[in-house]
């Protein structure tokens, strides 16, 4: 089983809210066509969620009762995505089903506490991908909360073992410091605990889930329960298919130690 992430980042404008990025997910999908393994989808909010979540505080819990109307315009937001999502899947030959944190989990200050595994599992067994994304969630202690992509793979990871992960990312990998603000910035070939420390800690745009340290710090999780992890740039054609032919890429390998 091959887990993927597609980056809220590469299917949306990050910084503009409600922009699709609808032709880099048909090319994406295409290439993830390739693969005949099972896979199981995960994608990001970008600015479907992050957008909202940040003007409400929405990561944080309940605070306030004009956070509910957001709660609930994310939720209908990151369902639009999902649907653009699933729709192109669909018909491009990848039946999917989609799997809504929003319905199918809950969280527990702010970590994720519960997922329908087994809707996945029958998913699979009927040749159907499960789909999920990055979401609104009901937190048991804070009300609602929000259940990001990566905390999504790492029970995924952790319950299927998956042979391959692959992070989806708009640029090669992780770099020693921010690519788009730093030209002194070098891609990182591999990632491990000991390299984690010198990762940047800011983030470019509005992003309720963490800087890339928290992400690599997950991303470096979720490998110790998989097979082989990479991050790469899905904004390059053919990148995604390389890396599911098993070609060696352009990218960034994650080295988790085994739990
Ligand atoms: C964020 O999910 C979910 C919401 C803000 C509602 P992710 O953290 O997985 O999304 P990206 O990949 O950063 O856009």
Redesign the pocket.
């Known amino acids: 089983m091959i887990l993927i ?5 590469v299917i ?1 404008d ?1 910084a503009s809210y409600l922009t699709f990025r609808g032709n880099v997910l048909s090319r994406l999908v295409d290439e993830i066509l390739y693969s005949k393994k099972d896979i199981i989808l ?9 957008v ?3 003007k409400h505080n ?2 944080n819990g309940y605070s306030n009762n004009i956070q509910i109307p957001a709660v609930a315009k ?1 939720m209908e ?2 369902r639009d995505l999902n649907l653009r999502v699933t729709r192109v899947l669909n018909e491009r030959g990848l039946p999917s089903a989609s799997l809504p944190p929003s319905t199918v989990a809950t969280l527990k200050n702010g970590e994720l506490d519960r997922l329908d595994i087994d809707l996945f599992y029958h998913y699979l067994q009927l040749g159907i991908c499960p789909v999920t ?4 969630a009901l937190d048991s202690e804070r009300g609602f909360g ?7 793979m790492e029970i995924l990871a952790k319950e299927f073992r998956p042979e391959r992960v692959i992070f989806v990312s708009d640029v090669d990998g992780v770099f020693t410091a921010d690519p788009s603000s730093d030209p002194d910035a070098a891609l990182m070939g591999t990632v491990d605990w000991e390299t984690l420390e010198k990762l940047p800690r800011t983030t470019r745009c509005a ?4 800087s890339i340290f928290n ?1 690599i710090e997950t991303m470096l999780r979720i490998a110790s329960w998989g097979g082989d992890a990479i991050v790469l740039n899905g904004n390059i054609p053919g990148r995604l298919e390389s890396a599911l032919r098993g070609d060696v890429v352009k990218g960034t390998r994650v080295r988790g130690s085994t739990l």
């Open positions: 992430k597609l980056g809220g980042s949306t990050k995960i994608h990001g909010a970008g600015s479907f969620g992050h909202l979540a940040s929405i990561q994310i937001d990151v994304f990055g979401d609104v929000i259940c990001s992509g990566d905390q999504l992003d309720v889930t963490g992400k």
